[in-house]
């Protein structure tokens, strides 16, 4: 079940720096995220769903050129506060908006080189997904690259366990994990519209996640 708009922004407001603590399972698969993208090459960076910033400063601070830009927005107030802070040495080059939950990016057509989102779209429906791929599509640049990283399904019998029970939670009580669920996030793109480069799974202490980098394909 996914939780609406107005119930995520509470929770995500409540929940705020301890967003940090998912580090554990998150991070492995941040890294690879990052081994895929090729972020050193990127001068222009838009993050959909931003959170406490962790990762943008990781972005600014090790990987991106010294002249890229970041921006990034979040439906959350607590998590908008907390990112301008985190990334207030950046000021110059990063900005972070509050969204109202629309799934619109505040850009212009082909004007970014890399579209990031992790642990966002498993708490999207699979229509707001469908509205997310198709706003990636017409901001990203023709050589920009769609770098994601996702709650999935488990491959091992203990990860397949987690994630199953994972789905039945969030499908009784989805407050309880924040909205988040497993996806198969490959099921979602429409493979006439988009080359999928980069695709694995990870499973850090049983916790699934996917990781996918896609470029834009245009006819």
């Known amino acids: 079940m996914v939780l609406p708009y107005s119930k995520l922004k509470t929770f995500y407001d409540h929940f705020g720096k301890k967003q940090d603590k998912q580090g554990f399972y998150e991070d492995p698969a941040l890294e690879q995220l990052v081994s895929f993208s090729e972020f050193k090459e990127a001068h222009s960076v838009f ?7 962790r990762f943008a400063q990781r ?6 050129p010294a002249d890229a830009t970041y ?12 990112a301008r802070k985190k990334l207030a040495h950046y000021s110059g080059r990063a900005r972070i908006e509050q969204s109202e939950g629309e799934i619109q990016f505040p850009l212009e057509d082909h004007s970014v080189e890399r579209v990031v989102s ?3 779209l498993d708490l999207l429906s699979n229509q707001d997904i469908q509205k997310f791929l198709a706003e990636a ?5 023709k050589d920009g690259k769609l770098c994601l990283a996702s709650l ?11 994630s199953t029970s994972w789905s039945v939670v969030s499908f009784i009580y989805p407050s309880l ?5 497993p996806l198969l ?26 990781i996918i980098v896609a470029v834009p394909k245009y006819s």
């Open 71 to 82: 921006y990034g927005i979040d439906l959350s107030t607590v998590m908008v506060s907390l």
């Open 47 to 53: 993050e959909f769903g931003c959170g406490t910033g």
């Open 152 to 162: 999935t399904h488990g491959r091992s019998l203990f990860s397949k366990l987690v």
């Open 59 to 64: 972005l600014l601070e090790c990987e991106l």
């Open 177 to 181: 994990v924040g909205g988040c669920r």
């Open 118 to 120: 992790t642990y966002v």
């Open 137 to 141: 599509h017409r901001v990203l640049k």
């Open 185 to 210: 996030l490959t099921e979602h793109f429409d493979h006439s519209l988009w080359k999928i480069l980069q695709h694995t799974v990870v499973s850090p202490y049983g916790i699934p996640s996917e």
